[in-house]
């Protein structure tokens, strides 16, 4: 596994060395090289060196060029406008570099040398309720980012602070207690599967049902808030109905996660309940610090920035003055544990922009208490919100949150139309296995191709669409490759860099070659749309190339073999990134 570096971070420290040799009172200045247009590439950083240097920008831009020794990957290097460098690399050393890249498992892509412990909070939902199309940006987007860190070297360890604490299990509990059957299955008995379906049928009747004991029958209530205390208190009876809960819920969950393609595993389930043996302890600290202070019998902390409309400062409430612990409690004892006993040095959270607020409160607060710091920092990956075709928050006819597993479900519906119609040799299980894969992939693309934190709109036509920024396009360009190497017959995808390369295969060519530098910035910028926008441009140059270059037709067996080399390695790439982002690449389609 050996890394390859760029053609662009060559040219840099080649224009680097030039511009130390001819101007050494430059010190160490950036050439500010950038992808270009007229060039290869183009460097901006003399005009503003010549400024400080009170020089002429063209008679240092030429100085520099004269000071860069021969060499086989700068063909030409051009002064241009008021002092640019416009630089082009040879067809060889494009051809070089891929070829390096295509020997390695890894495309040639580094390892973040300051690779460290990023522990994320991601797909969180709520036990005993229904998941919707705000738990899908957080699983999805948490997903992606987990495969890219973990492809930079990062250590990632996966939590699923799922909601199963708090006041409304005394009402399911005292309502199953009192409805002892209500949770029971249809298909009782050994081996016996429960679909997810019918566990959450089961939760959503029940949740209901005593939904409208406890606000119609005071008596309810009473034996219902009595067994919030009893849960809290330990009591084993309550606790092992309240297991009941969690277990029926996890069983759907992993049926919508299996939907959605995405591996949870169950060591990494660790709710809000997982963090109770810690909340007071991390009250204590908080008071004993005086972080947090005591303000009318709740223990609050105090922003000097946060106000309310009135402008009175808004705390964040530790516990309340009945002394229960809230969401802000166990956040807070989970950043404890995640840094003290998991040893992160990352905390990234991808939670929905409207808890911004509240993170931005508790991150202070862990800062105050020193748990954050210059080593361990938090991040909030805040996405926004689903919106319908109708640019309004993404509701049913009836006004009621959509449910994610029907949209899945239509999203697989609608992509197995459009797989059926282009199929020509698929199997009926073909095309409804294509069909989950170019479904989910749809929306999960469609999630992660704009920046998170916008909100978008949920159209599924626009994505299982065959043109356009979609996931589909980004498969069929992987699958007529797979079909162009099948017909190569003994032709084999080589290396040649004696040949002259056209322009389309030179676009080609540099973009493949940037596949690292795209991984690093989508890595430390926790911004997947930046990996997505890369393959996306990837399948376009493709599209480019294949409609202006013969490949199995070129005039030489030399020439097809370096362009078969081009679709493959346009393929594997393709295939990593969208690896990363959750995606599959189907062979055929
Ligand atoms: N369960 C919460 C919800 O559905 C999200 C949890 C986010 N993570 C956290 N550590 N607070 O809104």
């Excluded at 051809?95 to 797909?123: K, Q, S, W």
């Excluded at 797989?419 to 199997?427: G, P």
């Excluded at 910028?525 to 599209?543: G, I, M, N, V």
Aim: with cysteine.
């Amino acid at each position: 596994m050996a890394s390859v570096p760029s053609l662009a971070s060559t040219v840099q420290q080649r224009l680097a060395e030039g511009l130390s040799a001819a101007l050494p009172e430059a010190g160490s200045a950036d050439p500010l090289l950038r992808r270009s247009d007229r060039a290869d590439f183009q460097a901006n950083g003399i005009l503003a060196l010549a400024k400080q240097l009170k020089g002429n920008p063209r008679e240092l831009a030429t100085k520099v060029v004269e000071a860069i020794p021969a060499n086989d990957v700068l063909q030409v290097i051009e002064v241009s406008g008021p002092g640019f460098l416009n630089i082009t690399v040879s067809d060889a050393a494009i051809v070089n570099t891929l070829a390096a890249r295509a020997a390695d498992a890894r495309l040639g892509v580094p390892f973040n040398e300051a690779a460290g412990t990023t522990v994320i909070d991601y797909a969180q939902p709520n036990v005993a309720k229904e998941m919707h199309v705000g738990h899908l940006r957080s699983a999805v987007i948490g997903a992606a980012m987990v495969e890219i860190l973990e492809f930079t070297g990062e250590q990632v360890v996966r939590r699923h602070h799922i909601g199963d604490w708090g006041t409304q299990f005394g009402m399911l509990i005292q309502y199953l207690i009192e409805h002892p059957h209500e949770l029971d299955h249809k298909a009782e008995g050994a081996g016996a599967e429960v679909s997810g379906e019918e566990a959450m049928s089961n939760l959503n009747r029940l949740y209901k049902a005593s939904r409208a004991l406890f606000d119609s029958d005071e008596e309810f209530k009473t034996r219902a808030r009595a067994r919030v205390v009893d849960l809290q208190a330990g009591d084993e009876q309550t606790l092992a109905l309240w297991q009941r809960f969690v277990d029926e819920s996890k069983i759907y969950f992993y049926s919508v996660f299996e939907k959605l393609d995405m591996d949870i595993r169950d060591p990494d389930i660790v709710g809000e309940s997982g963090y109770n043996d810690m909340l007071q302890e991390t009250c204590r600290i908080l008071e004993e610090s005086g972080v947090a202070v005591r303000s009318e019998g709740a223990l609050c902390v105090f922003f000097d920035d946060i106000k309310g409309p009135e402008g009175n400062p808004v705390p964040l409430i530790v516990q309340k003055s009945d002394g229960g612990f809230g969401y802000a409690a166990t956040d807070l004892s989970a950043i404890r544990d995640r840094v003290q006993n998991l040893k992160a040095s990352t905390l990234l959270y991808v939670v929905d922009a409207r808890q911004s607020l509240h993170f931005k409160m508790v991150f202070e607060t862990a800062r105050r208490a020193g748990w954050l710091n210059d080593e361990v920092k938090a991040h909030q990956l805040a996405f926004g919100t689903v919106l319908g075709k109708d640019g309004k928050p993404f509701k049913t006819r009836e006004g009621e949150t959509v449910r994610l597993v029907d949209l899945l479900d239509e999203a697989v519906e609608r992509a197995s139309a459009v797989v059926r119609e282009k199929a020509q040799d698929l199997s009926e299980e073909e095309i409804a296995e294509r069909g989950a894969q170019v479904g989910i992939g749809a929306v999960k693309y469609a999630d992660l191709s704009t920046s998170a934190a916008r909100d978008y709109k949920f159209d599924l036509d626009q994505m299982v669409s065959l043109n356009g920024d979609t996931s589909v396009y980004l498969q069929y360009a992987y699958a007529r490759i797979q079909s162009i190497l099948r017909k190569a017959g003994d032709a084999r995808p080589a290396a040649h860099p004696e040949l002259a390369l056209a322009a389309s295969e030179r676009a080609l060519g540099l973009h493949l070659d940037s596949f690292g530098e795209v991984i690093q910035e989508t890595a430390e910028e926790f911004a997947p749309h930046k990996l997505a926008a890369y393959l996306y441009q990837l399948a376009s140059l493709y599209t480019t190339f294949y409609s202006e270059c013969p490949v199995l037709k070129a005039d030489t067996p030399e020439q097809v073999e370096n362009r078969l080399f081009l679709c493959d390695l346009t393929a594997r790439t393709l295939h990593q990134g969208m690896a990363l982002l959750g995606i599959r690449t189907p062979e055929r389609l």
